[in-house]
């Protein structure tokens, strides 16, 4: 395995910071997974995931405030879109991560880690 050598920058490990803790929480993680197929309406979304619509609205003004989340107007409608290529990086090494532990190429476990 190679070791890559670099000097993050404070300013981005500010910023990276700010975006992954927003993620932390795992409705926003399945939104922006939703999201990952192209934009979405606020219906859409609640529908998707059984969210009441306050809880959907409150996720989305979280990850659209931390540049997450970008959205479109039509009218009433809401159209909701992943931000930038940021994020779907992350969210392709979270599936990367998966797939190793499934394979069981990489071994952690998760029972001694959860809350």
């Known amino acids: 395995m190679s070791v890559k050598t670099t000097n993050i920058s404070s300013e981005f490990i500010q910023t990276a910071a700010r975006i992954l803790k927003t993620l932390g929480h795992p409705d926003r993680i399945k939104i922006v997974e939703f999201l990952e197929n192209g934009e979405k309406t606020v219906g859409q979304i609640q529908r998707e995931f059984n969210f009441l619509q306050p ?8 990850m659209y405030d931390r540049d997450i989340v970008t959205f479109r107007q039509e009218g009433t409608r809401y159209f909701y879109s992943l931000a930038n290529n940021f994020i779907i990086k992350i969210l392709d090494c979270m599936s990367e991560v998966q797939d190793k532990l499934d394979s069981g190429e990489w071994d952690f476990d998760f029972s001694k880690n959860s809350n």
């Not at 809880?55 to 979280?62: C, E, G, P």
Request: aromatic content about 0%; charged content about 10%.
């Open 55 to 62: 809880i959907t609205s409150q996720h989305l003004k979280v």
